[in-house]
């Protein structure tokens, strides 16, 4: 399975617009791997504050608080992440490309078998999977 960048929500797209011009680029985008990377120690981070706020009635709040303190310090997606940056300088010495994106915080991982399809209905991203049993 391969891991793939999408952009969840209304705006501008993440694959279909940065990637709109060439297939090079448009795989370039979808398969990111330091902004891959990023996106899963958010969601891992977020999963860990959760499942500490379900113990809030358990452990109580002072407990609760300071166990995700003790997590160490939120990781945002967002122009100055590292990673971003990172990106926005690889985009233009590969593909003389400047990065135009403000939704960092929209962008989502899936996992793909095979080759995709990449719909965008208003920056809303969807995929649409081929396969031997495409119909």
Known sequence: MRKIILHGGYGSGWSTNLGSRNYEIRKFVLEYQPIIEAIERINAFNEKVDDLEYEMDTLGEKEVLKRIEDLGEEEVLNDNHPAVIQFKKDMKDKFNEDVWFNSWDRLSIDRVPAAVKISNCDGYEE?????????
């Open 127 to 135: 995929i649409v999977q081929y396969s031997n049993e495409w119909v």
